[in-house]
């Protein structure tokens, strides 16, 4: 007999990541908008905790601050000062009011109140000629989840907490609305210095000490794990996207969508030597602490807090010194464009390796400038030069990650010699987190267990989960064992409590929705979990993934026909999805419509010939129905 897949499988959580731009708050707060929003705290505590309570002791750092890209993250403005001309959910233009700004250089974005919550309009103006432009410009529609009216531009969940302090939100499931408060526009003292309501109030407090833990939430690409808990690590609060399978990042680590710093600098050699933000970039003013290569040179040159590699910038860079390529960010550090006019250097410190160009189509700084040129070319004048030391590196593991991507047949074998060649701790994160795609291969199961012991909780994040991590001492470590081991086991321990906070503050988002209605369906809860799926389908009706989950939950309640009479629908909303195809195969099967099955099935594989998983089940069908004719 046919042993049928259930519909489990990829109903994939949508990984909706900020696209850079802001949005919406409730605005139930009696409270004037620049003043704290907290009812949660004092007024007295608000006040020691504000900027303004450190000028009096701190003058040349409060200074120095009070004009930084921090301190401007965000400013209230005079009501009917400025207002967006944006495409509103009705298709048509409409003025709308701002109520503040977000930014300052190169651009501005301004928040405004839509049915009750507060966006961020893609429509933002230019800080050297005032000029107005779409940030996006590919198209968005209303409707979209991107689109500036929809979740992804939603002011509460996707650009508050970085462009505020001490922000704290709250979905009301029952308005569909946000109560967010918090104690000071942009990023203030507080936001770095923690516990300095305490230092206001007695000065011989002790204040800590600013480091790149600091800078890391709000320059980096992650998801958040829960409230944020003053204190603690990065990983407790924050989990961070990473090079796998999809293209966020090129095969080699370099940026390629809106991918801010962290990651990139977390790959680097820089950071694993031990450079931090703090050694090239000011805390308070946030610029660099010298210009050119002399901030290069700091370290570069034998000395510097960590002094690295001597290099003489001329012979090193074979570009005259003053002209395109003599600078060392030039090579190192090349610039992509976001938001149409934020050119924002790639913090991977890579060297510059047209080969892998060649080899895997990622863009390398040489062809950058000189786009008239070949890679070939490029490749014959990087490898010719004296300091040429190779890649090799670099070169095994994009390849591995390449030929992963493109699901060759050697991307498993050229995986696993990357994995365990790899010395680079976040490198390895990453390479194990794609090893879990073939989680029945013996010497995949060896090194994620091996994992589970690593001292970094980011390897420990991807290992093969253990018991006792559901009780380890990193947040983001105990989420991964919860969400992978059994119910029974999780509901005891400490990552139970960890599990259901993380819902509970990513509600309001469709990710968070998905999130939590496969939590339940784990638990049995199947009807609450079905209503939130469908919720999530009304907030992002632009993907299938909510409806491939609808279909996974009937299919559990044993609502078969519900559950292929949703993939139908999928299939004509999605005809290019042959996960959809592949999905409404499974549910023609759990009917024994067959022939139905072999239709669906075709057609997953029409559109994705190397689909695996629907080539094996149309072959058994193919032969369950041979067998029946004998």
């Not at 605005?27 to 900027?51: C, E, F, W």
């Not at 805390?283 to 290569?293: D, E, K, M, S, V």
């Not at 001292?455 to 290992?463: V, Y």
Request: negative net charge; proline residues 5%.
């Amino acid at each position: 007999m046919l042993m049928r897949d259930r519909l489990i499988l990829a109903a994939a959580i949508l990984s909706l990541a900020a696209l850079g731009g802001c949005s919406g708050e409730d605005k139930s707060s009696p409270l004037q908008d620049g003043a704290s929003r907290s009812q949660a705290s004092s007024v007295a505590t608000a006040a020691a905790t504000h900027s303004s309570s450190c000028k009096e002791c701190h003058a040349e750092q409060h200074g120095e601050w009070s004009g930084s890209h921090h301190a401007l993250a965000e400013q209230p403005l005079e009501a009917g000062s400025i207002s967006v001309e944006a495409i509103g959910p009705d298709g048509s233009k409409h003025s709308y009011p701002a109520i503040r700004s977000i930014g300052v250089d190169p651009l501005i974005q301004y928040v405004v109140e839509l049915e009750g919550r507060l966006q961020v309009p893609q429509q933002a103006r230019d800080f050297h000629d005032n000029s107005w432009f779409d940030v996006f410009a590919d198209g968005r529609q209303p409707g979209e989840w991107g689109h500036w009216t929809g979740r992804g531009m939603n002011w509460d969940t996707m650009c508050a907490v970085c462009h505020n302090t001490d922000l704290q939100r709250t979905w009301i499931e029952a308005t569909d609305s946000f109560e967010t408060t918090w104690t000071e526009h942009g990023v203030s003292c507080s936001a770095c210095h923690e516990g300095m309501g305490q230092h206001v109030q007695n000065t011989s407090a002790p204040v800590a000490a600013v480091s790149s833990e600091q800078c890391w939430p709000c320059h980096a690409r992650r998801s958040e794990l829960g409230p944020h808990q003053a204190g603690k690590t990065f990983l407790d609060n924050y989990y961070p996207g990473l090079p796998d399978f999809n293209d966020t990042w090129h095969v080699d680590g370099q940026i390629r969508d809106e991918n801010f710093e962290y990651t990139s600098f977390a790959l680097s050699k820089m950071h694993a030597a031990g450079v931090t933000c703090l050694d090239c970039h000011d805390p308070h003013t946030a610029q660099l602490r010298t210009q050119g290569n002399n901030l290069c040179m700091t370290c570069h040159s034998g000395g510097g807090r960590v002094p690295g590699p001597i290099i003489d910038t001329t012979a090193h860079s074979a570009h005259e010194a003053g002209k395109p390529g003599s600078a060392c960010v030039d090579c190192h550090m090349s610039t992509t464009v976001y938001m149409q006019r934020h050119p924002r250097h790639d913090h991977g410190f890579l060297i510059p390796d047209p080969q892998l160009s060649i080899e895997t189509g990622v863009p390398n700084a040489c062809n950058k400038c000189h786009d008239d040129k070949s890679a070939e070319w490029a490749a014959k004048i990087v490898e010719a030069r004296p300091t040429w030391k190779g890649n090799e590196d670099t070169r095994r593991r994009a390849r591995a990650m390449f030929a992963a991507r493109e699901d060759h047949t050697n991307a498993l074998p050229m995986l696993l010699a990357a994995t365990e060649a790899e010395k680079q701790s976040t490198w390895r994160a990453s390479l194990l987190n794609m090893l879990q795609s073939w989680p029945n291969h013996p010497k995949v199961q060896q090194l994620l267990a091996k994992a589970a012991t690593s001292a970094d909780p980011l390897q420990r994040a991807m290992a093969w989960p253990l018991p006792e991590m559901l009780e380890d001492s990193v947040r983001a470590v105990r989420l991964h064992a919860a969400r992978m081991l059994p119910v029974d086991m999780v509901e005891q321990s400490r990552a139970a409590i960890d599990l259901r906070r993380n819902m509970e503050h990513n509600r309001g988002q469709p990710s968070g929705a998905m999130q939590e209605a496969q939590y339940l369906l784990s638990r049995d809860q199947g009807e609450r979990a079905l209503e939130l799926a469908q919720q999530a389908e009304k907030w992002e009706d632009h993907s299938p993934a909510p409806l491939h989950l609808q279909a996974t939950i009937l299919d559990t309640l044993g609502r078969v026909a519900e559950a292929r009479a949703v993939m139908k629908r999928c299939c004509a909303e999605f005809p290019e999805d042959a996960n959809s195809w592949y999905l409404l195969g499974l549910a023609a099967a759990a009917e024994q419509d067959y022939e139905a099955t072999k239709v669906a099935l075709r057609q997953a594989l029409q559109l994705q010939p190397d689909f695996a998983d629907a080539e094996r089940n149309l072959r058994a069908i193919e032969d369950f129905e041979k067998s029946q004719k004998h």
